[in-house]
């Protein structure tokens, strides 16, 4: 039991650049978010979603777009990185309002 | 909006002494209040969590928790501190009931010898 997965653990891009986060959960958890955690700002939603097929934007969707095509997966995608997207991202998934969250991805872009 | 406040940014304490960092939310009723620590470059650890029942709610690393519904806190408190408890503390409030967090900025704790 692996609990969240996040892939990569670290990335580093380059300004325009396109890549995608991948979050895999196997706790059969229908709800299943993306945070993003700056320096003196706490952990910030980008994106959720509610189940299979559903996704919903956050407090901080713009430049991000997610895929939940499987239960099990939430994709983040950046289609075009910019420098102001150099953050740590987390993936949550949820059971009975009881979050658990995965390690992290630090992404860089220069 | 629905928020969450964390007032201190830092806060450093001598080791054997006692904790308290402050959180409070805006919202009329009450959500589901946790808080999480995060050592430098690590994940989110929950340290407790109040859904409902008792105020007083105990944690792991022996933190502890009171939910006062009148002034909207959820206070983290420890007895005696270590040097070990030297990380970063955020408290999160789930308005929803799904798992969905708002995270306050988070305080910085240091804790001297």
């Known amino acids: 039991n692996a609990g969240v997965t996040q892939t990569p653990k670290f990335r580093v891009l380059k300004t325009g650049q396109s890549m995608t986060l991948l979050c895999a959960q196997d706790m059969n958890h229908e709800y299943m978010y993306w945070y993003r955690q700056d320096p003196g700002m706490g952990l910030r939603l980008i994106h959720y979603?509610?189940?299979?097929?559903?996704?919903a934007k956050g407090e901080v969707p713009d430049g991000y777009n997610v895929s939940r095509l499987k239960k099990q997966n939430f994709l983040l995608g950046l289609e075009s990185a910019a420098p102001s997207q150099t953050s740590v991202y987390f993936c949550a998934s949820s059971y009975d309002s009881q979050p658990f969250f995965g390690q992290g991805t630090r992404l860089t872009v220069v | 909006a629905q928020s969450v406040t964390q007032p201190d940014i830092h806060i450093t304490v001598s080791e054997g002494a006692s904790l308290e960092l402050r959180c409070n939310y805006s919202y009329g009723a009450t959500p589901y209040l946790f808080w999480y620590v995060q050592s430098p470059g690590q994940g989110l650890q929950l340290l407790l969590k109040?859904?409902?029942?008792?105020?007083l709610v105990q944690g792991i690393k022996g933190f502890e928790a009171e939910f006062k519904r009148s002034q909207s806190s959820f206070n983290l408190r420890k007895p005696s501190v270590h040097w070990s408890d030297a990380a970063e503390y955020f408290c999160a409030v789930d308005y929803r009931g799904q798992g969905n967090l708002i995270f306050g900025k988070g305080t910085k704790l240091s804790v001297k010898p």
């Open positions: 109040y859904f409902s029942g008792d105020t």
């Open positions: 979603s509610v189940g299979e097929g559903t996704t």
